[in-house]
């Protein structure tokens, strides 16, 4: 276990090498607080045995920084100036403990102990997590919702009867995946599954590559070629935005799905293919219908068997279970050991809207991992569109902000007098007017704080 040491005493920070030195952990210590935080960034300790005052940075803004940053560290306050008002400031913000310099090397030892045990139990329970993906996934899709379970036992259901398919969604949603997850779980899928995006191919070229050509059937027919439904015989087609096909190219299309038959250009002769045809597309058909832009008998055609995939704002309680396997994903291909995210890029990635969905989600957490330098993804690691809530423009407020608030208020309403507050909470006049601030509490100061502030100073 790696435990890091924050102590502007160096004899302090000696006797905690002396009492760790048998009990089998790595121990990195600091004497600067500003140091200790980039340490805490690096290396992702497990534990943090940190003084409460030290110059700069006293042990609360610390303990606050290292909570936004990691919510799994465990942080232990050590202290020469003990008070229940602090104790209870310490472990509001999210300490483990809080202890009372001297601290015995037993004391100190059981301490660890704990939290080597603690360790242990998040250990196990990051593994379960991973065992969770596996379970909540379905070739390479993820997810636990309702509405996604529904998309799975669908897939399961149809895979080993279809002959055509239509899968509907968002751009990004994850339509693809269920091609091949159909693919992947029917009697053919051994044989080969082709893709054809139809709004990535000019109009003249898709004819061709999709049914073949025959040498000379228009300029530059040097050869024969044989087109997709031919190479996928026996296999599956997957024509991706289907609705992006023009007319003349969807009455070729109705004749494959109907007759099993496929003609290249320049040829009089058909020939029969046998594909399983998946379809798929972010347009809305049935209005394509309505205007006269799709056929509707292709439409009836396609539509036997309809999967719809859930945009990912309808699906956020899966976001943290995407984020992990993407994290999983990316540090085997960047080699990184990324272990997760800091819970205020947490909280801004469900914040957001997600209008490119799982697809955006992916791009963003690769750039993240690409970009990380510490063990989590933070929130400078996210692109500043993704840092922010679609609906206010602003990251949403997190536990530690509303018990921030809570703790002010609670002082400030025992006290009546800030220049009090500020030193039972441990922070400056400065720092708690800027606190106060923050969350809309008032400002103003009576005679009587103004003349104790001046004899403070």
């Not at 059981?110 to 969770?132: D, I, P, T």
């Not at 293919?273 to 219908?289: C, G, H, K």
């Amino acid at each position: 276990m790696l435990v890091l040491a924050i102590d502007d005493e160096a004899s302090v920070l000696e006797f905690y090498r002396a009492a760790l030195s048998d009990a089998e952990v790595q121990l990195e210590t600091t004497s600067d607080a500003t140091r200790g935080l980039e340490l805490v960034r690096e290396l992702a300790p497990d534990m943090v045995l940190l003084d409460l005052w030290m110059p700069v940075l006293n042990g609360l803004e610390v303990l606050r920084q290292i909570r936004q940053h990691d919510m799994r560290v465990q942080v232990v306050i050590v202290t020469s100036e003990y008070s229940i008002e602090m104790a209870v400031e310490a472990i509001r913000e999210g300490a483990a403990d809080y202890l009372c310099k001297p601290v015995s090397a037993e004391k100190l030892r059981g301490v660890v102990e704990k939290a080597k045990a603690l360790a242990s139990e998040r250990e196990r329970a990051e593994s379960l997590e991973k065992e969770l993906i596996e379970v909540f996934s379905l070739g390479g899709i993820i997810g636990r919702t309702p509405r996604m379970l529904e998309v799975f036992d669908m897939i399961r259901r149809v895979a080993p009867h279809f002959r055509t398919a239509l899968v509907l969604g968002e751009t990004g949603t994850g339509k693809e995946l269920v091609a091949q997850a159909l693919h992947s779980q029917s009697p053919r899928s051994s044989q080969r599954f082709a893709v054809f995006n139809c709004a990535a191919v000019v109009e003249t070229l898709a004819e061709s590559q999709l049914f073949g050509h025959r040498k000379g059937a228009f300029t530059g027919a040097y050869e024969d070629k044989i087109g997709l439904f031919e190479w996928a015989d026996g296999g599956t087609v997957f024509l991706d935005e289907v609705g992006d096909l023009t007319l003349a190219l969807q009455s070729k299309l109705l004749r494959v799905l109907e007759n099993q038959e496929v003609q290249k250009l320049g040829s009089p002769q058909p020939r029969h293919v046998d594909v399983l045809v998946i379809a798929a597309t972010s347009r809305e058909l049935n209005q394509e219908v309505k205007s006269g832009r799709f056929r509707a008998d292709l439409w009836y055609r396609l539509n036997m068997i309809q999967i719809q995939l859930p945009p990912l704002r309808e699906r956020r309680e899966d976001i943290v279970q995407l984020c992990r396997h993407f994290v999983e994903k990316f540090n085997k291909q960047y080699g990184k050991a990324v272990r997760g995210m800091s819970p205020r890029a947490q909280n801004a990635v469900l914040a957001y809207s997600w209008p490119g969905n799982v697809r955006e989600l992916e791009n963003v957490i690769g750039r993240a991992c690409m970009l990380a330098q510490g063990v989590f993804i933070d929130l400078d690691d996210l692109p500043e569109v993704a840092g922010r809530s679609a609906a206010t423009g602003a990251p949403l407020p997190s536990a530690l902000e509303e018990a921030e608030k809570a703790a002010l208020v609670r002082v400030l309403g025992q006290t009546h007098n800030k220049a009090l507050a500020a030193r039972m909470l441990g922070v400056s006049r400065a720092t708690l007017y800027r606190m106060m601030g923050k969350h809309g509490l008032r400002a103003g100061e009576s005679k009587e704080e103004t003349e104790e502030g001046l004899r403070d100073q």
